[in-house]
């Protein structure tokens, strides 16, 4: 049985490993970000599991929204400029957020 990290990097290998941003894993669901179409579902080592695609610039709008898109995974792939802006985005939310909750004790 192959680990989440061997079946995350055999997943992106098979979708093509240099148009993916990140990947990641929760259960027997794969995230995906990629600007390359990829398949809904894959078999690996004798798992079946549901690709969940984005595309790099929806992400990270969607991040906005909801980190838990984000959250929710374990990731294991990543392109350092694209983790460092999700990074990024995540940073600036929360401060938004304590600001929020600051200001409303005032």
Known sequence: M???KEVVLQAIEMVGK???MLAGINGNEILIVSKRECPNSLSIDGRNLNVKRYDPDTYINILQ???NVFRNYKVYYFVKVYMRKIL???AYLEVSRL???FKTLE
């Open 18 to 20: 240099w148009d993916v």
């Open 99 to 101: 600001s929020m909750d």
């Open 65 to 67: 929204e909801d980190e």
């Open 2 to 4: 192959l680990s989440d």
């Open 88 to 90: 990024d985005l995540l």
